[in-house]
Every structure is written in structure tokens, then in C-alpha cells.
């Protein structure tokens, strides 16, 4: 990012927080119930100086990032096997497009049923949330694949696992990584609500996670608390985006090279 | 190198198609020497490509024989896998766009498990040197212009040291001064490794040319109408395009291929691959 980029950033960030100070000072409609950011702020400097609060971050930080690998892990091998085999696609997809409408939080029920730890449940749930983006996308991705590739790596002696290994993944790796960087958005999304109704992390109110702060200071009237931890998830999706990206444009040098 | 010479013998082939079976070759023969650079020149529809995807594996024949250095490399009952002693360069880059040339053109030795990857580095810096790629091994395939990306891509195929390289309309598509460049690239490294070569081309003039020698087919079904020596010394420059010979052998083949050509035009067939 250019320098001028990051100002205008800063810029956009600073009229927010003045529009909305400005709105809670005059009463003005629907931000007027709100407290202004600097009463956010003030509640934030409390939050941080508590263990809770850190400790929220590493909870729900580490729920997503399992159900984000499990995702990955589960949902890229499947999305390859859809694409490649037409009977196991004939088979599989049917079930999955049928399944895949249904929203991940209506699985907590049964994920509380599936799963003995009330993490392993939460984790299941995020993992629901992310998986079709990701095998939807590597579905498409390797359906794409120019099959000449394919031709010329046999022709150049590959066999077939190698074609596999060394042509048809990297070749995809464009579309997994964009099913990555989406379906770590969507993590996100559902651990919140995920922790809400799993009902926070058993072993007393710390290990909650962000979402079970949420709605812990929502039941105790601190609205102030409230924003900041939704503003606390924004910046956490943001930045597993970011590092999604980056780590995934790590792996594809190439694709800088036009 | 190990230059095989290659015998297509009555190889016959059809598709099924809505209208009924379409003979796409009939009982085409040609034979190819060892070091030979064998140009098929033919209408689309002569079945050119059929035949190269029979000798590469990628399709099976319905009738007649192929065979590689005197070995039966497939018939009716037995398609030919796919190998790297028939490497195929195909009509538009099949570079591996996630690999730099470099890794490209050690992709065959280091799979086959010929050689080690060290060994297989300083062969292909030496070889990209050679074909006067120097300077370009780190890049990816996608920041090289058109007819560097093709140079890599025959060198690639080259450094396996194929018993017979395919090539299968390589230069379709590019501009005339960049495709007279590629034609004395592809002719510097064939006169440096002697391979086998089996081209592909609806483009008479090419043909003439690279070639050692010349077959020209006819479209529908692919017959070999005849095969013409090219009596022209080698190595080959660009000024041999404005030499007698090379025009009467460029009117001889032209003749042989229109009459074809006309044939299936007037009678408005569809084209086949």
C-alpha cells in the first residue's frame, strides 16, 4: 500500500469515529442510544488492562483457526476428489448442494449432540461455516485447469499421482486460496453466534471468547463493552484476511510475475 | 540422444459422430529415419493431429500399426502410454505457469527420476544457454514474451532427450517476423541434437523450410497423398526463402495439398481436429 493510500485509510477511520461522536452527543436517531467512541475507548482502556479480554482474543482465535484448518483440511482433498472424479461427483454433490443452503448455526443443536467438549462443538460450527465456501471454490478452480497441462506433464513422463501432486494442485492453488481468504471471512461470522448460544467456555466467564464477552456485557447494560468487542472482531477478521492473503500469496510467487 | 526412427503403417482412424462414423485417417503410412525432421503438412481435417496424439498416447488407432525404433509402439488392441521419449509441444504454451523456466525445464529428468536435481539444473542452464535463453531461468513462464516461451518450452521438451519429438503446429498463431525467428531457433537446436522429429502444419511454406522431408495429406478421410525430399542444405537461413528451389518445392506441394483442400471447400464438410 502506498503512503497516500494509508492517509486516506486514516482519514476515512477518523470521519467515521467524528460522525458518530458528533451522533451520540446530539441524540441524533439510532446512534443516538449509542455511547460515543471516546466512552468506548475509555471501556477499552478497562478491558485491555483485564486478563479476560486477551484471553477472549486467544479463544476465539483459536476456534477459528481449527475449524478454519479442519476446513481447509477436509474441504480441499473433497473439492479435488468432486473435480477430478465424475462418479464420486455424481455421487457426493447432490447430498452437499442440498446440505449446503442449511446455515451453519442451525447445526449447533446437533453439534452439541456430535461433539463431548462444548470447544470441539464451537469449533464444528465454524468449520460448517467455512467448508462449502472452500470446496465450492476448488471445485471450480480445478475444473478450469488447462488440460494440456495435464497432457504434456504425462508427456513429460509424469504418472498419475504425480500429475496430481505437481499439476493439478498448484494449478488450483489460485481458487483454494481465494476459498481460503472468503471462508476465513465467514469464520468469523459464525463464531460469534457460535459462542452466544454454546453459551461460553465452561470453565467460568475467561476462554468465553469475543463473542461470549459480547454477549456477557450486553446482559450487564455495558453497551460500551458491547462495541468493543464487535469492533474488537472486525479488526480479528481483518487481519486473518490479511494474513490468509499474504501467506497464500507467498505460496504463489508466480502470480505476481505478469 | 537416441533418435528412433518411426514407422506409421496403414494406421487408420474414425469417430463416431451424429451423422454416422467419420473417417478421419485411412490407411496412411509414412516412415520417418532416425535425425529425420519430418514435416506432415495437410488441411485442418486431414487427421495430422490424430496421428500425433497416436504416436504421443493420447488417443488409440482403429486399424494399422506404429512403430518406434522398430518396436510396435501401438496398435488397434494397445494404445501407447504417454512418455518422455515422445515429447509433445503443443500449438500454444503448456508452460507450467507456477514453475520458473528453470524448474520447467528440469521437470522431465527430475520426475523421471533420471537425473538428481543439481544435475539436472546444469544441464538445463546449459541447454536455456545454448538456445540463447540465458538470463532468463528465475523468470515465470508469464513474463517472457511469446516466442521465448516457446523456445523454453522445446528446450524443455528437448532435455529429455525424446526418441522422437512431436510438435504439433508450434508456431500457429504468431506474426510472420516472430514465426521466421522461431523457425531458425527450432533449426538451430535440431541441427545441434539431430533428434527425430514428427511436425505438424497446415502452413506449406514452413513445411519446406524445416523439413528433411515433406508429406502432404488430404482431408477427409486423411490419406497421404505423397511425401517430397527437401534437397535443401542445412543449416538453413532465412535467404533460402528467396531461392528457386525452395519456391519449386513450394509450388509442388502447394498443387498437391489445393486440389485436396478445394475438394473438401467445394464440398462444404465440416472441419475436424
Redesign the interface.
Known amino acids: 500500500m502506498s503512503r497516500g493510500a494509508v492517509l486516506r485509510g486514516a482519514l476515512g477511520i477518523l470521519a467515521f469515529l467524528a460522525l458518530w461522536e458528533l451522533g451520540a452527543r446530539i441524540d441524533a436517531p439510532v446512534v443516538g442510544v449509542l455511547p460515543g467512541p471516546a466512552e468506548v475507548a475509555s471501556s477499552f482502556a478497562d478491558l485491555v488492562g483485564s486478563g479476560g479480554y486477551w484471553s477472549s482474543w486467544v479463544a476465539s482465535g483459536e476456534r477459528v483457526l481449527w475449524g478454519f484448518a479442519a476446513a481447509m483440511a477436509v474441504g480441499v482433498p473433497f473439492g479435488l476428489l468432486l473435480a477430478i472424479n465424475q462418479r464420486a461427483k455424481a455421487l457426493l454433490f447432490p447430498p452437499f448442494e442440498i446440505l449446503r443452503p442449511i446455515p451453519p448455526l442451525a447445526w449447533v443443536p446437533l453439534s452439541i449432540l456430535f461433539w463431548p467438549t462444548q470447544n470441539l462443538s464451537i469449533e464444528f460450527v465454524i468449520f460448517m461455516g467455512a467448508f462449502y465456501t472452500v470446496v465450492l471454490n476448488v471445485v471450480g478452480g480445478a475444473e478450469q485447469i488447462?488440460r494440456?497441462?495435464v497432457?504434456?506433464?504425462?508427456?513429460?513422463?509424469?504418472g498419475t499421482w504425480?500429475v496430481y501432486r505437481?499439476?493439478i494442485l498448484?494449478?488450483t492453488?489460485p481458487s483454494i486460496a481465494t476459498g481460503a481468504v472468503v471462508g476465513m471471512g465467514i469464520t468469523w461470522e459464525v463464531v460469534v453466534a457460535a459462542e452466544l448460544i454454546s453459551g461460553g467456555g465452561g470453565s467460568g466467564g475467561d476462554g468465553g471468547g469475543l463473542g461470549f464477552l459480547l454477549w456477557n456485557a450486553y446482559q450487564g447494560g455495558a453497551i460500551a463493552q458491547v462495541i468493543v468487542c464487535m469492533i474488537s472482531l472486525g479488526v480479528a477478521g481483518y487481519a486473518s484476511s490479511v494474513a490468509v492473503r499474504v501467506l497464500s500469496e507467498r505460496l504463489?510467487?508466480?502470480k505476481e510475475?505478469? | 540422444m537416441n533418435p528412433a526412427s518411426l514407422q506409421i503403417e496403414d494406421v487408420a482412424k474414425s469417430y463416431r459422430s451424429q451423422s454416422g462414423e467419420l473417417l478421419a485417417l485411412a490407411s496412411c503410412s509414412i516412415e520417418i529415419a532416425p535425425e529425420e525432421l519430418h514435416v506432415i503438412v495437410g488441411p485442418s481435417g486431414c487427421g495430422k493431429t490424430t496421428l500425433l496424439n497416436a504416436v504421443?498416447?493420447?488417443q488409440g488407432i482403429d486399424g494399422g500399426v506404429i512403430r518406434l525404433g522398430g518396436e510396435t509402439l501401438c496398435t488397434p488392441e494397445r494404445q501407447a502410454e504417454?512418455?518422455?521419449d515422445?515429447?509433445?509441444v503443443?500449438q500454444?504454451s503448456?508452460l507450467?505457469?507456477?514453475?520458473t523456466v528453470l524448474d520447467n525445464v528440469t521437470?522431465?529428468p527430475v520426475?523421471?527420476g533420471r537425473r538428481s536435481r543439481a544435475e539436472a539444473r546444469s544441464l538445463a542452464r546449459e541447454r536455456l544457454s545454448q538456445a540463447g535463453l540465458a538470463g532468463l531461468e528465475d523468470?515465470?513462464?508469464?513474463?517472457l514474451s511469446s516466442g521465448a516461451q516457446r523456445r523454453v518450452e522445446i528446450v524443455?521438451?528437448l532435455v529429455?532427450e525424446p526418441r522422437v519429438l512431436l510438435l504439433d503446429e508450434p508456431f500457429r498463431g504468431m506474426d510472420q517476423i516472430t514465426r521466421d525467428l522461431m523457425h531458425e531457433a527450432l533449426l538451430e537446436l535440431y541441427d545441434r541434437a539431430r533428434p527425430t522429429v514428427l511436425f505438424i502444419t497446415h502452413d506449406i511454406e514452413e513445411a519446406v523450410f524445416l523439413g528433411s522431408r515433406v508429406t502432404a495429406m488430404s482431408a477427409r478421410p486423411g490419406r497421404v497423398k505423397a511425401t517430397i525430399e527437401v534437397d535443401l542444405p542445412r543449416p538453413r537461413e532465412a535467404g533460402l526463402r528467396a531461392s528457386a528451389r525452395f519456391n519449386e518445392l513450394l509450388a509442388d506441394i502447394l498443387s498437391l495439398v489445393h486440389d485436396e483442400a478445394n475438394r473438401a471447400f467445394v464440398a462444404g464438410d465440416r472441419e475436424a481436429a
Open positions: 488447462d494440456r497441462h497432457l504434456v506433464a504425462r508427456s513429460l513422463g509424469a504425480t505437481r499439476v498448484p494449478a492453488l504463489m510467487p508466480w510475475a505478469r | 504421443a498416447g493420447f504417454p512418455g518422455a515422445r515429447v509433445v503443443f500454444h503448456t507450467f505457469p507456477w514453475r521437470y522431465g520426475i523421471q523468470r515465470y513462464p508469464a513474463e524443455r521438451a529429455n
